[in-house]
């Protein structure tokens, strides 16, 4: 079965970092873009960047250069999403997601199953 | 960057109708164009990708349509278990990726 499987729930205080972990299995890792969007309690998706795992080519929203960091590891099969000096308005739920590379669009095929982030003091 | 703008924002019909959802981009987005389903508490499904074209086991009863700037998602005889929030989004090259504001869809 192909699928993405997230790292836990997490609940940090505000200025503080975190990594999330996401691990592919049941496809070629390596051979498809993976990436990375959040969703605010109650809003809309909002994609944060996507990553090549096999040379870890990376791109970025525009609107959030600099405050997200993605990286992947071949090796485990495993894409990574990093958030520095965490502020309340990350609260969000954090998903990763497969990119189609059989589609023009690059549609997202197969997601993780969701991250829970909490910022609060 | 490019933005896409759904139209309603929500919507309510009864069983066996049909609904449809518009999705307006800003600029020309060729047919990269898709739309997903996100029922409450569960992470998004790809329902249409390129514009048109239903993925592998969605029931056909979705469909998708459009081009250049003005899109179409339609659910022909509405089902209970459609209840969910519908949202377009547009890929262009990797360099800019951006979701519609979604549509919520319940049952009258």
């Known amino acids: 079965e192909v699928q993405l499987v997230q790292s836990g729930a997490e609940v940090k205080k505000p200025g503080e970092s975190l990594k999330i972990s996401c691990i592919g299995s049941?496809?070629?890792?390596?051979?498809?873009?993976i990436g990375w969007l959040r969703q605010r309690p109650g809003k809309g998706l909002e994609w944060l960047g996507i990553?090549?795992?096999?040379?870890?080519?990376?791109r970025y929203s525009p609107s959030l250069q600099g405050q997200v960091s993605i990286s992947a590891d071949k090796s485990l099969s495993a894409a990574y999403v990093q958030l520095n000096s965490l502020k309340a308005s990350d609260t969000a739920m954090y998903y990763c997601?497969?990119?189609?590379?059989?589609?023009?669009?690059?549609?997202?095929?197969?997601w993780g199953q969701g991250t829970m982030v909490t910022v609060s003091s | 960057d490019i933005q896409l703008t759904q139209s309603p924002s929500s919507l309510s019909a009864s069983v066996g109708d049909r609904v449809t959802i518009s999705c307006q981009a800003n600029?020309?987005?060729?047919?990269?164009l898709n739309w997903y389903q996100q029922k409450p508490g569960k992470a998004p499904r790809l329902l249409i990708y390129?514009?048109?074209n239903l993925k592998t086991g969605v029931p056909s009863r979705f469909s998708g349509s459009g081009s250049g700037t003005d899109f179409t998602f339609t659910i022909n005889n509405l089902q209970p278990e459609d209840i969910a929030t519908y949202y377009c989004?547009?890929?262009?090259?990797?360099?800019?990726?951006?979701f519609g504001g979604g549509t919520k869809v319940e049952i009258k």
């Open positions: 997601a497969r990119q189609d590379s059989g589609t023009y669009s690059g549609a997202f095929d197969i």
């Open positions: 390129d514009v048109s």
């Open positions: 049941g496809y070629s890792f390596s051979r498809y873009w």
């Open positions: 989004q547009q890929y262009d090259d990797r360099l800019s990726l951006t």
């Open positions: 990553i090549w795992p096999g040379d870890s080519e990376t």
């Open positions: 600029q020309y987005i060729k047919n990269y």
